[in-house]
């Protein structure tokens, strides 16, 4: 099939961990991610999700893919997240606090960086309001 990029964003309320268990479990119900066991039928769960085999070899093609939050300067590796730094904020936003509309404008011209990711992981940043971080953008490649 090929990869994928994808994106999401959720609420945030001060803890990543929790946004990003918020948004997983919302592409989740909704079913948007890649699922091509249609036999199968889809599975009632996330952790039944991950024992598919042709999950585990292709991924879903969706924040479902990653796993683990890793620091600005971090080395990308299979399922990390990766804030952008302050410069690459600047360099994508044109500041280092995006707005909502920023990402979203970028997210639709399909203009968000990508360049330096490797497949099944992501970035992420915090997306503002009135100075205060109101959501968490996640963003990545993954497929096979």
């Not at 479902?64 to 300067?73: C, G, K, M, N, Y």
């Not at 360099?91 to 509309?101: I, K, M, R, Y």
């Not at 404008?105 to 330096?116: C, I, S, T």
Request: one cysteine or more; a negative charge.
């Amino acid at each position: 099939m090929g990869a994928s990029a994808w994106s999401v964003r959720g609420r945030f309320d001060g803890d990543p961990e929790a946004a990003l268990d918020a948004m997983k479990a919302r592409v989740f119900e909704e079913g948007d991610y890649l699922w091509e066991e249609d036999e199968l039928g889809r599975p009632d769960s996330i952790d039944e999700l991950y024992e598919v085999e042709s999950v585990q070899e292709s991924g879903t093609h969706s924040v479902l893919d990653v796993h683990e939050f890793i620091s600005a300067t971090g080395e990308d590796d299979f399922g990390t997240i990766r804030p952008l730094t302050d410069a690459e904020l600047v360099a994508a936003f044109g500041t280092e606090e995006p707005s909502v509309a920023d990402f979203d404008e970028l997210d639709k011209a399909g203009r968000l960086p990508y360049e330096r990711r490797p497949r099944w992981s992501a970035n992420c940043a915090l997306l503002y309001e009135n100075d205060v971080a109101v959501e968490l953008a996640i963003w990545g490649v993954s497929g096979d």
